[in-house]
């Protein structure tokens, strides 16, 4: 792994996470929500899953971040992912938007910027395909998957981050994290970690965890996306196949302290 | 494990949960639908998740105990919940509740007292924070954690089971199982446990399966609260972190018989 | 593993899935989510599930297949399925049924029957069980598990496969797969698959994999079936319960090659 902030950030975000131990408010998608929990609670953050529309005002206040994540949309989660982005926004929570599947199908991309207009996330996180086409519907994605070149993608990335004033990350090969003027990179991970479903769903979710405790959203976001790189190569490590990465992934997480870095 | 029922009692009870292989109803929350669904497969029951409303009727007529847990709730699932319930009771087949966040938003304490009133659960688990907050609605939770001490949490456990007839578990260090007066503890578990997402609500079905099967509802949960102490125990020995602890989890509980109590 | 099809089919068929990776559209249900989608991973097919009726179209017209399975059904997701169904009949793309629990409630068994009236499935997969309650309705089944004999089942599969058009899988000790006239066996697997929840999603999904790139549906299927097989008896020679299973199953699948065939 290799990255644009120093080891000392680094060290300090994750012993922060460790130490204040965040509320996450998590509004994420069926397929990745065990995962996501667990991987929450093995940085040490604490998870909570609530997209309940009425409870979402009472939820957001006691929560130190909030993570959106639209990859099983409905009409009816869409409403409860307003009302707290809402909350977490009046509030000056900060929010953490995945949108899983944008430019899959127009639904998907309007509900993403839907979202973005309402509640003015702090932070953006897809792949390049999804990046690139809420920058420009005429890209398509297939399904969930990435497929765009990290140029294109990254000045996408770039013109996002401008629009809406939100810290946007790609990941990938290599991650970019960028403001819309400044970019960090992370380096690393394992080519095993596209065979384990929701990993980018994991990385959103510890994005919201060091926002919680990170004041700055490119630092926050960097560290989260450093210490998936790094658990991911320690993980590959010692994985048989997808089934053992995921299980490997966590431990790892769970190991990662200031120290173990 | 150190527990008030002798070992011939829960060896009795485990016997019988494999012989008989109650069909486990659960209605169960988005993040720990597959762990629980194991969790009950491992101890030789059979789990069917369901919670449409129209066919809750019939859902329960065939099985041998409900479980609601409001993990991620919403008014749709309470619809189901309460159609659950309702047949449930009327039939007299054994209810567990599991009260997830209540005290977290005032909406999931008003949520589960409605589920009570109406369905007059069996039994009820919850961690000491929910159980407090549902005797006193001046008790905050943080999302799904518990942080109440012990003895708070046993004089409000005594309470609610006094109020609502149900026996009332609180887990935690040490599990406490209360019909109001009288009092069984399990000691045991591993620390790590509290890593895993949704050990709790495994717990919860796991009541369930043995509420299906020994007809005294302060045996049933010790039994189960018992199981999941030995099985921590014994995974929490092998586990390297809260992925494997969860794999270790299941396989334990998958070979603890009588014989290898 | 033992199978009517040929290694050579076979093996062209688990490399046509690796080289085409294909898009396999899933409305499943809740439990299974996470392992029919690493399922599909281990393959080499690029999972999506979605079931928001409003973008049902265009995801079906960018998916090699698409699964229906009715395991946590409601009122609103029986509309996603329908809407799927029918864009994915008009565009002639594979698609396949998983019955969950026909026969355990009338409006499971009902809503199964909706689906196949409406959107002519390809394929329909269940247990010997739900497929007599489709044939059957006087047949009731227990929850999710199955305990009809293969000899019966088998008739009632011939007796679906003629009525609907539809090639029907019979998955259990031995596999039957039949268009209603020609009968392909699969034998093999190991029975602490049974232990594991969802093994037959997975089962399903995978055939949906197979479905989107092999032209003849009962070589698809049987092909899908032997993968099942093969994986879990090599799973099943490393687990020690059904957590490991669920692991291992996963790792096997990913080394599946016809390599290691």
Known sequence: MKTTISIDVLSAAIAAVRAKSPLVHSIT??????????????VGASPVMAHWKDEMEEMTAIAGALVINIGTLDTGWIEGMKAAGLAASRRGTPIVLDPVGAGATSQRTNAAWEIINLCHPTIIRGNGSEIM????????????????????????????????????VISGETDYI????????VEGGDPIMTSVTGMGCTATAL??????????PMEAAAAAMAVMSLAGERAAANARG?????MHFLD??????????
């Not at 960028?178 to 990179?185: I, K, M």
């Open 207 to 216: 994005v919201g965890a060091f926002a919680a405790v990170v004041s700055d």
């Open 242 to 246: 997808n089934g053992s990465m995921q």
């Open 29 to 42: 998608n069926y397929v990745v929500m065990n995962n996501s929990a667990n991987a929450l609670l093995a």
């Open 178 to 185: 960028t403001d819309g003027t400044e970019v960090y990179t």
């Open 133 to 168: 086409a809420l920058v420009d519907a005429d890209v398509k994605s297939k399904g969930v998957d990435s497929s765009a070149s990290s140029d294109d993608a990254l000045s996408a990335a770039k013109k996002l981050a401008s629009e809406t004033g939100a810290v946007v």
């Open 252 to 261: 790892e997480l769970y190991n990662l302290t200031p120290e173990t870095l």
